[in-house]
């Protein structure tokens, strides 16, 4: 498939000003978002969550998160019920990898066995 060309005198680089949150901040936390519901989709799981809830929950502590033990996550309060605003929160991840520790072990329903 060709690249597509920019038309002469054009500006290089990003564009936010054709983005859906122009705001760097907000576009960020907007990708994780997306990123967060695909990978629900992909396990099979519900996901009720908005982009305004998933927000609301974060607030300013987005840029916390990581892989690190004392980095924040946000997960489920019940990992049987939906991604849904009442059964999410933000917790240190090393609660949850304690918490969940077994989840992580196990395949997705749909993963091929090659």
Request: charged share 35%; hydrophobic share 25%; glycine share 8%.
């Amino acid at each position: 498939m060709a690249e597509k060309r920019r038309r002469p005198g054009s500006p290089k680089g990003p564009r936010p000003h054709l983005r859906q949150y122009p705001d760097d901040y907000t576009h960020r936390m907007y990708y994780g978002f997306l990123k967060m519901r695909a990978q629900a989709k992909f396990r099979g799981e519900m996901f009720e969550l908005t982009f305004d809830d998933f927000r609301e929950l974060w607030g300013q502590d987005y840029d916390r998160r990581g892989r690190a033990s004392d980095s924040l996550v946000l997960t489920k309060k019940d990992t049987n019920f939906i991604w849904s605003r009442d059964n999410c929160h933000i917790i240190r991840r090393q609660e949850q990898l304690i918490r969940d520790g077994g989840v992580r072990l196990r395949q997705p329903k749909n993963w091929r066995q090659e």
